[in-house]
């Protein structure tokens, strides 16, 4: 698994996008995208640094997002400079704390989709009852395209463990879609994911490159 090889000053654990309370709980990644935001400087949409001195516990990110919930958020969502799923069980006990906490707002996971390959098994029914949605990042309709935009450390595997991954958490989460980067694919290449994820049974979300 890949690390930030940068260091932040201060623990940025959530920030807000819009309406929504970010969090931030590790830089490790088992992806290189190419569209990666974090190839683009320290922070996102004006937040401090995202690179983490270390990860923050449990007990860490619940009082972070606890702290800022009284600020207002119509969504909670687990994304930030790493692939959150690599702390699946972690985040898991975070969104059932604030699932019984605040039941009105909604919790998404954005991810690359391989927690089955990092964790060595099905690991669809560790989302239930705790996300509302879970976003799949996906940006290319081969194993091959996936490998050469994605650069997983699972090689031209990733993508058939992620479809499978997409298949069985959309039975356990009611709302379940892949996202592909508009201006960075080719439209061709967006239709044909578009197929794809019907096949899967999931929804795409087309979102915009941010350069």
């Known amino acids: 698994m890949n690390s930030g090889n940068k260091k932040s000053r201060a623990m940025t654990v959530v920030y807000r996008v819009g309406t929504g309370l970010y969090v931030n709980v590790t830089n490790r990644c088992t992806n290189r995208c190419d569209f990666c935001i974090r190839n683009n400087g320290e922070g996102a949409y004006g937040s401090d640094s995202l690179w983490l001195e270390r990860e923050p516990s449990v007990d860490e990110i619940k009082a972070a997002v606890l702290a800022a919930i009284p600020e207002g958020y119509t969504e909670i969502v687990f994304c930030g ?88 958490v959309k039975d356990q989460v009611g709302c379940v879609a892949f996202s592909v980067v508009s201006g960075f694919i080719s439209d061709e290449d967006i239709e044909d994911c578009k197929r794809l994820a019907d096949e899967c049974g999931v929804r795409l979300r087309v979102r915009e490159y941010i350069s």
């Open 81 to 168: 400079y790493g692939e959150p799923s690599i702390r699946l069980p972690e985040i898991r006990e975070v969104a059932l704390s604030l699932k019984a906490a605040y039941p009105d707002i909604p919790i998404r996971i954005n991810t690359n989709g391989q927690s089955d390959l990092i964790f060595g098994c099905d690991t669809a029914h560790l989302y239930k009852d705790a996300f509302d949605t879970v976003s799949i990042s996906l940006n290319a309709p081969t194993a091959e395209g996936y490998d050469a935009i994605c650069h997983s450390v699972y090689g031209k595997s990733a993508l058939d463990a992620i479809k499978s991954f997409a298949k069985n």
